[in-house]
């Protein structure tokens, strides 16, 4: 049984994401950095949710390959894109890909943070075999170290008093999932597992450190690792938003 999945497949979130549009800044920018990357590369894209990513990179490439865990995500997405190539697959097991397939992997909006720290690893050493040598993997990912971690979003100082007010009679019928659930929440010195607010209080959220992030890259194999700001611009590991973008590459000796 796995609660986030069950998330991602109700109604609620499958319409959330089937509505969602667009690039963020960041992926805009670095998606544009990588260039020939892209343009000339056969893709995989892990966790497409309701096709947002699918729509801006699937004409951007030579070859494009969209997956997700969730079967109703996997058929709005083969409604919407027929001709697209899309395919029920968990990201924790990427064997049926083959192995030095691919030019560039994009798992985008968080997605990785979804599983524990175990699949995590696991998913990290999968999309390190699926790519080729010289190939790259982006992705993003929550921050712990940032100044809104486990806050509640109506105490942000950086919002006005109304809009803070709007924000927790928006959250507060949900927050007592929090208190409910709250066994399924693990902190260490690395990372944090918690019941944030997103989609309501109904997923159980990984965080990471910058410096433990950097540290399972290079462990699992990858080099030349970058972090991002929400602008896609590079940064150290203080300078970070509650988002980091990072991009690794698969060595190529």
């Not at 509505?19 to 260039?35: H, R, S």
């Not at 497409?48 to 996997?74: A, M, N, P, Q």
């Not at 010289?134 to 809009?163: C, D, I, L, Q």
Request: glycine share 6%; with cysteine.
């Amino acid at each position: 049984m796995d609660p986030n999945l069950d998330t991602y497949n109700s109604s609620q979130t499958q319409r959330w994401y089937g509505e969602l549009k667009g690039l963020t800044v960041a992926e805009k920018k670095i998606f544009d950095d990588l260039g020939d990357k892209l343009k000339n590369g056969k893709v995989l894209d892990i966790g497409i949710g309701g096709g947002r990513t699918t729509r801006e990179l699937i004409d951007k490439c030579r070859e494009y390959i969209g997956i997700d865990y969730s079967s109703l995500f996997v058929e709005q997405c083969r409604q919407k894109f027929p001709k697209a190539n899309i395919e029920l697959i968990d990201a924790r097991d990427l064997s049926s890909l083959g192995k030095d397939q691919f030019d560039l992997v994009n798992f985008s909006f968080n997605g990785i943070d979804y599983v524990n720290a175990e699949d995590r690893n696991k998913i990290f050493k999968e999309i390190h075999n699926v790519l080729q040598p010289g190939g790259v993997f982006f992705f993003s990912t929550h921050n712990r170290s940032h100044a809104m971690f486990n806050k509640t979003p109506w105490m942000n100082k950086e919002k006005t008093f109304f809009y803070n007010l709007k924000t927790f009679c928006r959250f507060a019928p949900y927050i007592f999932k929090k208190f409910i659930h709250r066994n399924k929440e693990l902190s260490t010195k690395d990372y944090s597992l918690i019941i944030d607010h997103a989609h309501n209080y109904s997923l159980v959220t990984f965080y990471t450190e910058p410096t433990y992030l950097r540290e399972q890259l290079h462990l699992t194999g990858f080099t030349e690792i970058k972090l991002f700001d929400k602008n896609g611009d590079e940064r150290k590991n203080e300078k970070l938003d509650d988002w980091i973008y990072a991009t690794a590459l698969k060595s190529s000796s």
